[in-house]
């Protein structure tokens, strides 16, 4: 059964506002930000995906000044900027070639401070190590890109993966697994579904929605095609987005405490 | 007489401190297997993280190897996942689809 929805949570509405930006430039031909008084890692990353895969589209920066000079910088930093005490790290772009990737990762870790204010050193290289593992296993990307912000004042960080690949349903689909909804398809791959049937398989996607959920308290959200499943305290939420709000690609956006405390992931693995 | 040929491999020389991805296990057995050696020992010195799925694609390399492999320096987090992936254990239900109402947005 579908029903409208009153309240959302903060990252399906992060989601939301790049679908607007998306359904705009579908029926003018301008990636147009500037509406966008403040803007999230789950509306900036599949935007610049957006703005990435358009290359020749025009674009109109968001009218707050402070909003465009802040994607500007996420934006032009790059991967060689090292900010001094900023609370903002640049938007990573994932190697196509994995052999690239050690040195990337090795980047984020360190802007990041290791992750230790994000559940421990362990937590936060598992979730990273193993998302990315699923992008270059599952998703034949053209551009992926990961970027963590914290906000100390509001108490959390969010830490975004974006790809514009295959989509959790494409890929669960090219292997005969087929459901009835695109949600559906993202509520069994975190339930452990795996489109390689060998064992082993599968554990990777759910340890870290456990060890998010459970273990750190955050709130997590996947976006893949037509459907979103957000999990939190209360539990999973799940929503089919209309036509003009598919991702042609999947972003899982992760909120959680900041900072968190170290958490025992060995626990969520088992 | 029988002549063991034994090579070591500090992992984190050849991949990083941090091991991600399943594939990058895989490129590791390949160049441990190009070495042409009888008995491999891995040096997991200054591993700081693992993921699973690297865990996974090690542990399964190493059962289906033609070399003996061993491990050494294997911090305790990293000793763990090995051992948590060689026993794996049936999948939690995460969400319960058929309960939930969806949302349309």
Redesign the interface.
């Known amino acids: 059964?579908?029903?409208?929805?009153p309240h959302?949570p903060a990252l399906?509405q992060g989601y939301?506002e790049y679908?607007r930006v998306q359904n705009n430039y579908l029926e003018t031909g301008t990636i147009d930000l500037s509406n966008i008084a403040w803007i999230y890692p789950s509306t900036l990353l599949p935007s610049i995906g957006l703005i990435t895969n358009n290359p020749g589209a025009p674009y109109i920066s968001p009218s707050d000044p402070n909003v465009a000079s802040y994607i500007v910088t996420m934006v032009m930093m790059g991967i060689d900027y090292a900010p001094h005490g900023g609370t903002y790290v640049p938007i990573i772009a994932i190697p196509s070639n994995?052999?690239e990737?050690?040195p990337v990762?090795?980047r984020l870790?360190n802007l990041n401070n290791?992750g230790r204010e994000y559940g421990g050193?362990?937590a936060f290289?598992?979730l990273?190590?193993?998302l990315?593992?699923n992008i270059?296993?599952h998703s034949q990307f053209r551009h992926a890109y990961v970027m963590a912000q914290r906000y100390p004042c509001k108490g959390f960080v969010e830490i975004c993966f974006f790809d514009d690949g295959n989509t959790i349903p494409g890929s669960l689909s090219s292997a005969g697994l087929n459901f009835s909804?695109d949600?559906?398809s993202i509520?069994?791959a975190?339930?452990?579904l795996s489109s390689k049937k060998t064992?082993?398989?599968?554990?990777?996607l759910?340890?870290n929605?456990?060890i998010c959920s459970e273990g750190l308290k955050a709130n997590i959200c996947l976006v893949s095609r037509s459907g979103?499943?957000h999990?939190d305290e209360n539990g999973?939420?799940?929503?089919?987005?209309?036509d003009e709000?598919k991702l042609p690609g999947t972003i899982i956006s992760i909120r959680l405490p900041y900072p968190a405390k170290e958490v025992d992931i060995?626990e969520y693995?088992? | 007489m029988n002549i063991c040929n034994e090579v070591e491999f500090i992992i984190r020389d050849h991949l990083s401190e941090d091991l991600a991805t399943r594939n990058r296990a895989s490129q590791f057995f390949e160049l441990m297997e190009s070495s042409r050696a009888d008995m491999i020992v891995v040096n997991f010195e200054k591993v700081q993280s693992i993921s699973r799925s690297f865990a996974d694609e090690y542990v399964k390399r190493k059962k289906a190897s033609m070399m003996a492999v061993c491990e050494k320096n294997v911090p305790i987090n990293i000793q763990k996942m090995l051992e948590i992936v060689s026993a794996p254990v049936e999948k939690k239900q995460i969400v319960n689809f058929e309960k939930l109402k969806i949302g349309l947005l």
Do not use: C, F, H, W
């Open positions: 059964m579908t029903v409208l929805v959302l399906v939301l679908a994995e052999r990737l050690d990762l090795q870790y290791d050193i362990n290289k598992y990273v190590g193993e990315v593992t270059y296993e909804s949600v559906e509520s069994m975190v339930n452990g064992e082993g398989r599968g554990y990777g759910q340890s929605v456990r979103v499943l999990i999973p939420k799940v929503y089919n987005l209309r709000y060995s693995l088992q």
